[in-house]
């Protein structure tokens, strides 16, 4: 076991270190994040009130669960956007490491058109579902389920946006995430995490 060293730090310096604020750098977060963080928020603070309410007070606010459960599918869509723009979901890039590099460019290639291609089906399904039952009424309030669904739809949208631009950046840089995982290690780290 290695022997831990110690280095003596006066009072007065151990003060001034709090003194200096390290710079946050927001750069690196879309307005998509924004409005993810502010309805997860919303949805915590729902979730807060339905558990004070049906544990402390013992008269729970129905509503609360109902609302809760809205924003939670608002944060998975509208935060895939953001997982499409990071590079964040699930991929398999075993297989890039063992083909030759053109057919891996086009590989990735054809992976980004797919990609593309199913998220613009979905933005498609939106339009028509929305279409379809639009107009149903939320259980316990009085709004329709629009709402949802439009959040659905902006997420899927983003989500499209930011595909297309994922695949015009691979296309000008030569090479995607699949092909160079390394390459984009820390890319996206914020300061502080």
């Known amino acids: 076991m290695a022997q831990e060293v110690h280095t003596r730090v006066t009072g007065e310096e151990l003060a001034h270190?709090?003194?200096?604020?390290?710079?946050?750098?927001?750069?690196?977060?879309?307005?998509?994040?924004?409005?993810?963080?502010?309805?997860?928020?919303?949805?915590?603070?729902?979730?807060?009130?339905?558990?004070?309410?049906?544990y402390v007070l013992n008269d729970s606010f129905s509503w609360t669960e109902e609302l809760a459960t809205y924003c939670l599918v608002a944060v998975v869509f509208i935060g895939a956007a953001m997982c499409v723009r990071l590079f964040r979901h699930i991929q398999v890039d075993l297989i890039y490491r063992f083909l030759p590099e053109r057919a891996g460019h086009v590989l990735s290639l054809f992976v980004d058109l797919v990609r593309t291609s199913f998220i613009a089906y979905g933005v498609w399904l939106m339009v028509r579902y929305i279409a379809l039952v639009g107009d149903e009424p939320m259980v316990m309030v009085d709004a329709p389920k629009s709402v949802v669904y439009y959040a659905v739809l902006f997420g899927f949208v983003m989500m499209l946006i930011r595909s297309v631009q994922v695949a015009i950046g691979n296309i000008r840089r030569g090479y995607s995430v699949l092909e160079r995982p390394e390459a984009f290690e820390g890319t996206y780290d914020h300061k502080g995490d």
Request: net charge negative; proline share 0%.
């Open 17 to 54: 270190t709090f003194e200096q604020q390290e710079e946050v750098d927001l750069s690196g977060y879309a307005f998509e994040d924004w409005i993810t963080l502010a309805i997860f928020w919303i949805m915590a603070g729902l979730v807060f009130t339905q558990f004070f309410t049906r």
